[in-house]
């Protein structure tokens, strides 16, 4: 039984505060950071990448600071952190992964946006998402913690994360769309459930590979893939599912310490 602890040791978050309470995902901030570092870049190398080079070109200090805040709350941006250090041994395998990459990464750290995703992930594709929906959903278990003015910032935020990474679509008005998921992408969610101590079929059916979703079929098209390019071993007969990380470095399920003794 993987423990809560073990979890956040691992990378992932809990409780009921997240980054989204400030920013979105910032995936186009976030490509130009990791664009200009390779995959061995320290927490302190993109700090100074941030704040003393400005290389996302913020205006002042002050949003320079609170920028790589941002972006640490988000991902860790530390290889002491497995679940950074794994997202970006997959990082540059495919450009066109790399949206919904950082949204499983984001999901996993930031408890308001996985709460979203009982919003997002059930809707039809097609159907129309009013932001009072998201609303709705944020202030369901304490309806006087937010403002409105808050519930409001914090629902354009989830909606802007969830249309960069390819899930929604429009503007003024939000559609959901079938996002396009990469073998990367399902290599990840399949590495993000053996964080949870899921095997074989548990697996497919993680929260994980749901929040890709693609039906049951493409999943395992995409597992073969990813095995193919060593990501993973996959391996099906018949009811029977194998899966393993040759080449991924994977965290200690049996021993771990707190993420904030390794930051």
Known sequence: MITEQQLTSFGFKFGKNGAHSARSM????LKELLFARDESASKQDYEDDIINFNLLHKPTEKSRTLTFRHLVDLYGMSMDIPLFKVFRQLW?????????????????RDPILRNSAS???PLKVGEHLPRETVEQDLARDDPERFSAASLKSF????????????????KAKKYRIQ???SYVNLAYALFLAYC???TGQRMFDSFWCQMLSQDKEHMFELAHRASLRGLINFKQVSNIIEV????????????????????
Do not use: C, R
């Not at 910032?26 to 901030?29: F, K, L, S, Y």
């Not at 540059?92 to 996993?108: D, F, G, S, Y």
């Open 26 to 29: 910032m995936i186009e901030e």
């Open 92 to 108: 540059e395998l495919t450009e066109e992964a790399q949206p919904m990459l950082a949204l499983q990464l984001a999901v996993a």
């Open 119 to 121: 919003v997002i992930l």
């Open 179 to 181: 996002p396009k998921a």
């Open 244 to 263: 393993t990380f040759p080449n991924l470095d994977l965290p200690d399920l049996t021993q771990s310490k707190p993420e904030k003794d390794k930051e």
């Open 155 to 170: 629902a354009q935020n989830i909606n802007g994360t969830w249309t960069q990474a390819g899930y929604l679509e429009g």
């Open 196 to 198: 949870h101590g899921l």
